[in-house]
């Protein structure tokens, strides 16, 4: 059995994370971002479908991206330095969110409803959630969105439209936060595509304890990537 959460009730700590669903660790509260804010601090997100009751994760061992570990194959460092793309970052917030909503082939139905949407769009209003764009001839082609607290980029989603899209968002997120001394990418849960990346798996409770140091460093009050990350 897991905990429900009621009012302000606090979340249990993470190491009463069930091994099976792996990280299941309560379910209820709410999206408020107080709620949010407190559960990324202390290494816990919100996944669930629609209609279901949160449920809130914290899985062990805790896929992660190290900024500057992440991979860059010939082929694609020709691609960064082409230059036939535009970089933007919180332009278009909502829109990146509901490309990462949109069906993709082969799965069915989003986790990103409309009570996801409101929820990180009040956070990209408050300063905690930011998108990275990917912009070919004025047209938004793909992109990432997360989280950000003090040193520590928290990972969601992303989706592509054209070949690399989102890879290219990845990359120079992964570039400017080596720059800004971030120390980890959070990437929840352990995929082939982002192993190839660069991404690897620690255990939980070395990912909690990193993060904890992340968390309370000071945060980054403009959001905008350096020019040339790539040339």
Not at 113 to 123: F, G, K, P, R, V
Not at 138 to 167: D, W
Not at 190 to 217: D, K, M, W, Y
């Amino acid at each position: 059995m897991i905990p429900w959460l009621t009012g302000n009730a606090p979340f249990p700590a993470v190491g009463c994370a069930l091994r099976s669903p792996n990280g299941l660790l309560a379910a209820g509260g709410d999206l408020s971002a107080a709620r949010l804010l407190e559960a990324y601090r202390h290494g816990i997100f919100p996944w669930f479908n629609p209609g279901d009751p949160i449920l809130w994760w914290s899985p062990d061992p805790r896929m992660v991206l190290v900024p500057g570990e992440f991979k860059i194959s010939r082929s694609f460092a020709k691609v960064l330095r082409n230059h036939a793309y535009e970089v933007r970052c919180d332009t278009a917030f909502e829109q990146v969110m509901r490309g990462c909503a949109a069906p993709r082939s082969g799965h069915h139905g989003t986790w990103i409803h409309e009570d996801m949407i409101a929820a990180y769009c009040e956070l990209h209003r408050m300063g905690y959630a930011h998108s990275v764009e990917t912009w070919v001839d004025g047209k938004l082609t793909g992109g990432l969105y997360g989280i950000c607290i003090g040193r520590m980029f928290y990972g969601e989603s992303m989706f592509s439209h054209a070949s690399n899209a989102s890879k290219i968002a990845l990359a120079h997120l992964d570039r400017q936060l080596e720059r800004w001394q971030f120390g980890l990418i959070d990437c929840q849960m352990n995929t082939p595509h982002l192993a190839s990346l660069g991404a690897r798996e620690i255990p939980r409770n070395e990912f909690i304890a990193r993060l904890q140091e992340l968390v309370n460093c000071a945060p980054i009050t403009r959001w905008q990537f350096d020019t040339g990350l790539f040339v």
